[in-house]
């Protein structure tokens, strides 16, 4: 491997970005007692694979999940941590918390305005640590702090259940994770006393606990909806190698929006009935909100065995007057399916998307597997096998196949098992800002990593002695549509007028999914001062935001950026034609001059306005009325150059 995770840079480049990928580097040569846990939004869990069979570790009611949420007391330490946690979830904004793993690895700005109304407890920029913190009293926790007391839990729950130490874990991650976000992770492990040996994509996890190894050739489809986000994945398996072909999801999906869409139907009917709900202040009706909303995930997973439920207050609520019948409200599962359906309509339309990057259709897929808590609804199994056609594998848990997984690769990690490779895509096309601001595409998006690129740009101004290297990320054509990833600049180069310099830049991914970005000037050769400065990296609801609006902005994304290269292709002609008049403008008559100049006003006034269609005729113009003065020139030239070695 040329790369290695940052250690080794050939180029003394050191941009060292984690794509959002994972392949396995060397297994380690410690043999131990090593878990693989699913550090998840909604619920974590901790899994061990005992002679090679995998099974998830319980807690000592014989529970598999343990939900991710914590009560935190004065000091910043978890009182409770899973199910008790959970039961006060809502009504007691302040502090409890949940859902920390979308805050893994960010900065505040980096959380979309969607994430953060889902979010009732306080967040504040730490600018000294560049991340996100959460408030509760006045002590400022981090979100890898937090998830630490997550991990340390089932670290305990482990210890329990297999009476040894346990000291190593693979733990796995969304796809879409970067390399911030996979650091934080990694951290989270270390300070809960855990040595992580690798953070695994939870797709790729998935695949393995059903039991898809290289072993087993074919293409499948993960399903992955949990509590708060979808995922889905499609991976093949063939000769020892698999690839994730392709990964599309919805950071702000869930299993949640399941449960408010109940819960908002049974809010407004409780309100229909009369029910003096406008008459609670805001802490109670908060604490209303929750009720209703815990009560909704209940009705929910009931709706699985029964065809009618309902959903009812506590006798708190009854004080305002409210008989036992305005305080209940009844559902059918035929009713709660068609709250449902646009939810489960917009996960179908990323299985769609990710079906097209991976060029494949439905009929094309050996496998469907279900991943995630909410896929346990019989309405979510009818509409994936609608869709894909075919059954869903059913032979899991959906929930618990990620930790099955990993556990499976931790038991390869812990020399258990045989060499696997695996070939991971990147989410986002990586490329480099070109002149005007528009994107020069040296790697698309969901190519197969290892991967190089590369391409040779030259300089735009005059006399210019440093070249910016500007790392972008995403699907737009413009810059300021896309995700900065880092800055460089190529310094010492000559003075030189517009087009002489040629400046290499290559990027290379290796099978970490690890980038280097070089830029050498082809001309000099020689070492140059490079600057460094690495933005952070990107934020998950971005990118699907920024997938999203790059198919929706297709057209005038085109346009814009056919503007922008009509003007950078005006100014070259423009300063080349100023440059010919200066110095061969006396080998055509007045007549040709004026028609020349007028020509190059036209096309200046053309660059000012927004059609490309009106600089290319401006350009095509000046050109016809130039021709025969470029002739000139060269036929000048050469008679010069003759002279010259006659001389
Ligand atoms: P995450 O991966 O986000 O941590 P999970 O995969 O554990 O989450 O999924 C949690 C979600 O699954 C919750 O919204 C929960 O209500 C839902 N869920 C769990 N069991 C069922 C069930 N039997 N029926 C419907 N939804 C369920
Ligand atoms: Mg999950």
Redesign the pocket.
Known sequence: MIFGGGRFKPWGVPIQIDLGSSSPRKAPEAKGLIVGIDL?????LVAYARDGRPEVLKGENGET?LP?VLEIDASGKARQIGQGAKALRGSRPEDVLFSVKRLMGRTLKDISEDARRQIPYELVDDVASHQVKVKVGDRLLSPIEISAQILRALKERAEKALGQKVDRAVITVPAYFDDAQRTATKAAGRIAGLEVLRVFNEPTAAALGYGWSFEKPGTIAVF?L????FDVSILRLEAAVLEVLATSGDTQL???D??AALAEAAWNAFHASGLDLDTLDAAQQRHLRAEILAAA?EA??RL?DVTTTEIRLGPAWFAGGASADKASFTITREAAEKLWAPLVDRAIERCRSALADAKLAPADLDDVVL????T??AYVQRRVEDFFGRKPNRTLHP?EAVALGAAVQADTLAGNDSNRLLLDVIPLSLGIETVGGAVAKLIPRNSTIPTEARDVYTNHAEKQTAFDIHVVQGERELVKDNRSLARFKLRGLEPAPPGFHRIEVTFRIDASGILGVRAKDLRSGKAHEIEVRPSFGLNDDELFAMLESAEGHAEADARARELVDARVEAETVIRAAEKTLEMSGHLVTAHDLAEIRARLVDLRNAVQGASPEAIHKALSELDAVTRELAELQVNNALGQAMKGQKA
Do not use: P, Q
């Not at 949990?226 to 986000?229: C, L, N, V």
């Open positions: 998840g939004t909604t619920n974590s999940l991710s992955d949990g509590g708060g986000t869930g299993g949640d399941f449960d995930e929910k997973i699985g991943v995630g808590g909410s346990r609804l929930d």
